[in-house]
C-alpha cells in the first residue's frame, strides 16, 4: 500500500527545501523525495572553480542567510553543498534519500508518485528536480566521426584532466565562458566556439541586478506593461572575476560556430581547421521532467503550459525551480523563494488550509 501525505516534493536541491520551508510554515504535511545520495542537489556535482555570481548574503534561501565563506566575495559550489545542508537538517525536513521517482499517476482523488524505493498517496506534488540530469546535445554534423574526446558541461571537473591537450569548448553562456576561462587560466590550448559574438553584461552586474532585472519584467508583464526583457536584455555571460581577467588579458576570444566535426578536429565553413584531443559541450540543459509524463500535461510543443507555478492540466501539480516559465530567476538560490511561498499558499488554499 502506498504510504500517505497531503504533499510529494520531488527533488531535494535548492528549489524543493525551499517548498519545503514554505509548507511547513503553512503546517502542510509533506515529504522530500530525493534520488541524491546526499545533500546539496546538483551544485554537489559541478566543476572545481565553479562560484557563484552573487555575495552570499544575496544567494539565501527563505528564513536563513547563506554565511559567508571566509576571505571569498563569491562563495564557491563547495560552501553552497554546506549551506543546503545545513538549511535541511536546521529545518528538519522529511527528505528520503537514495529515491528516484519514476512516474506520478492520477489515483481518483489523489496522485500516486512511483518511486524505486516505494510509492506514495499525496494530494499535491511539487515537482523541483531542475535540470542538471538533463543534458543538451545539439545537432552537429560529424559528431559521431570525432575521434577525441567529447563531453557536456556535467562532467568537466578541472583543467587538470587536459593537461597537454588541445580543448574546444562550444557554447556561449556563462557555463562556457567559465569552462573556457578555467581552461584558459591553466595554459591549456584552448579553442572557443560560440553561436554569436559574446555579450558579456557590465562588470559591474551580478545575481543582485539579475535578480532585480527578472522580478521587473515579472511585474511589467502582469501589469500589461511592455516586456522588459529582463535577464536576456543584459546579456548572456556574467563577468565574474576570472571571466573577465581571462577576457581583458586576451585569453578568451571566441570564434564563430564551425560547420562540421572532422576526425581529428573541427571545421569552418571557408575550409579553416582546428585540431582537438577533446570538445567540452556547454550546451545547456532541458527540464528534467520524465516523472509527470503519466500525467500528460505536455502541450503541443512539448512544453507544460503552467500559470505561475501551476499546471494548467493537472492544478495539484506545481513546478518550481526550471527557469523563468516557473517564475522569475526560479532556478537560482535568491529567485526561488517567492515561487516556492507562492506554490505552498496555492496548495494549502487546495487542501482548505487557508
Not at 528516484?100 to 481518483?108: A, F, K, Y
Not at 521587473?216 to 573577465?244: F, H, K
Not at 501539480?317 to 537560482?332: I, K, N, R
Request: some cysteine.
Amino acid at each position: 500500500m502506498p504510504q500517505r501525505t497531503d504533499v510529494v516534493i520531488v527533488g531535494g536541491g535548492q528549489s524543493g527545501l525551499a517548498a519545503g520551508y514554505h509548507l511547513r510554515r503553512l503546517g502542510v504535511e509533506f515529504v522530500i523525495l530525493d534520488a541524491q545520495a546526499g545533500p546539496g542537489g546538483a551544485w554537489q556535482h559541478t566543476w572545481d572553480s565553479l562560484r557563484l555570481f552573487s555575495p552570499a548574503q544575496y544567494s539565501s534561501l527563505p528564513g536563513r542567510l547563506m554565511p559567508v565563506q571566509p576571505g571569498q566575495t563569491y562563495p564557491d559550489a563547495r560552501h553552497v553543498v554546506d549551506y543546503l545542508a545545513d538549511y535541511e537538517k536546521r529545518y528538519d525536513f522529511p527528505v528520503h534519500r537514495g529515491a528516484r521517482v519514476d512516474g506520478v499517476h492520477h489515483d481518483g482523488t489523489h496522485l500516486r508518485v512511483e518511486a524505486d524505493t516505494g510509492a506514495w498517496r499525496a494530494r499535491a506534488v511539487i515537482s523541483a528536480t531542475g535540470t542538471w540530469t538533463r543534458p543538451f546535445l545539439p545537432a552537429a554534423h560529424g559528431r559521431r566521426e570525432f575521434q577525441g574526446r567529447q563531453l557536456h558541461t556535467v562532467r568537466y571537473k578541472s583543467p587538470e584532466e587536459f593537461a597537454g591537450q588541445r580543448v574546444i569548448v562550444v557554447g556561449g553562456g556563462n557555463s562556457g565562458a567559465q569552462i573556457a576561462a578555467d581552461l584558459a587560466h591553466a595554459g591549456i590550448d584552448l579553442t572557443w566556439v560560440t553561436q554569436r559574438p559574446p555579450r558579456y553584461l557590465a562588470d559591474d552586474i551580478d545575481g543582485r541586478a539579475l535578480f532585480d532585472a527578472a522580478t521587473a519584467r515579472r511585474r511589467a508583464l502582469e501589469e500589461g506593461r511592455t516586456d522588459t526583457g529582463g535577464v536576456a536584455s543584459l546579456g548572456d555571460i556574467v563577468a565574474v572575476p576570472p571571466v573577465r581577467e581571462a577576457r581583458d588579458t586576451g585569453l578568451l576570444t571566441a570564434r564563430p560556430m564551425f560547420t562540421r566535426l572532422t576526425r581529428t578536429g573541427v571545421e569552418w565553413a571557408d575550409g579553416t581547421r582546428a585540431e582537438a584531443d577533446a570538445i567540452v559541450w556547454c550546451t545547456g540543459f532541458r527540464p528534467a521532467l520524465s516523472h509527470l509524463a503519466p500525467l500528460g500535461l505536455r502541450g503541443p510543443r512539448g512544453h507544460i503550459p503552467t500559470a505561475g507555478t501551476q499546471a494548467l492540466r493537472e492544478p495539484r501539480v506545481h513546478l518550481l525551480g526550471y527557469g523563468d516559465w516557473t517564475g522569475p530567476a526560479s532556478a537560482t538560490l535568491i529567485g526561488v523563494g517567492r515561487p516556492a511561498r507562492d506554490a505552498a499558499r496555492a496548495i494549502a488554499e487546495l487542501l482548505g488550509l487557508r
